[in-house]
Every structure is written in C-alpha cells, then in structure tokens.
C-alpha cells in the first residue's frame, strides 16, 4: 500500500488545504510567505495521514509511506508520527542526495517538461536550501541511502536486504521518546 505525502496530497487533500503535508518550509508565514493559512493544520493533517499508516499496518498489509518531514513549522510532527506507529513494524529510511545533485536533476527534468529553469550555474534558490537543512533533522534513520550513489534498483535492493534481514528499525521509537 503507497500512503505517501503525494497520495494525501493529490487524492485526499481537498483543494483548498493542498499542498496539505505537501507544505514545505519555506512556503508559509515563517519562511517567505505562501500558505501561512496551512501551518497551523499540518500537525493534524500528518496525523491523520499516519493514523491511516497505521491501520492498513494493523490489518496486515505492507505500507510504504514516502513523504518529508520537518520541523521548520512544527518541530513535534515528527515525534506524534512516529508514536502513532508504535508497536509496529517500522523501518524509517533517510534518502540523502546532494544539493547540488538535486539542482542538477532539477533543471534536467524541468527541461524536458518544458519548464522555465535556470542555468545550472545559479544559486540555489533558499527554499530548496532550508528544505534539504530541515527534512534531515534530527538525524535519526534505521537506514540511509545516497540516491547520487546508488541508482534507484540498489537503493530499493539495500530497503529488501534490512526488511528481510533486520535488524528491526528502532529510529521512530527513539523520536517517540523526545517528546
């Protein structure tokens, strides 16, 4: 089951609270304006996001959930998502690449789609800056992958390596207990 932030974002999310946990920091009140309307929302809408997590898990079904979490906004979001998912199986993956690595990738893709991009040499603009600064913190992963390493194949094959042979993941069990 894929109950990511995209899934939340694009198919439950209605249109006036979108980008939901899709918000970046950077995009509200506190980081350049945007959707200041939103942040106060966001530990619920995570909430609910995780509390869904939780009871496909509970039925039995494997659950993957790819979304960034950060604590510009809120810093506690993360630790109430991780204590929804106590007792359960959890493997939380950190998925690092380099900044400039994702400008690169960034401006690629924009122009195959036809985007307006910059040329590869511009500064990083800073909402991408404090996102790759925010989404890491505090640090804590049962498994991390380098996506400027490893192709997508390997990054997958090191995830089906731990899940098989552990050991289990104690990352959101740690995080439960800072708050």
């Known amino acids: 089951m894929n109950l990511g932030v995209d899934v939340f974002a694009r198919g439950v999310t209605p249109k006036r609270y ?53 604590g510009a906004i809120n810093p506690d979001i993360l630790p109430n998502c991780a204590r929804r998912l106590n007792g359960l199986p959890v493997l939380f993956v950190g998925v690092r690449c380099p900044i400039e690595e994702i400008m690169k990738r960034r401006n690629q893709a924009g122009r195959k789609r036809g985007y307006v991009v910059g040329p590869d040499n511009e500064p990083i ?22 996506t400027s390493i490893l192709s997508p194949e390997e990054c997958v094959e090191r995830i089906r ?11 959101f069990q740690q995080l439960t207990e800072r708050i």
Request: hydrophobic residues 35%.
């Open 18 to 70: 979108q980008p939901g946990v899709g918000l970046r920091p950077g995009s509200g009140s506190g980081f350049g304006g945007g959707r200041p309307d939103l942040e106060p929302l966001l530990p619920i809408l995570y909430a609910a996001m995780y509390e869904s997590i939780a009871a496909h898990s509970r039925l039995g079904l494997n659950v993957v959930s790819e979304c960034g979490h950060h």
């Open 125 to 146: 603009p800073p909402p991408v800056v404090l996102w790759q600064e925010e989404v890491h913190k505090p640090g804590i992963y049962d498994l991390e992958v380098d």
């Open 161 to 171: 390596e731990r899940l098989a042979n552990g050991p289990p993941g104690t990352a």
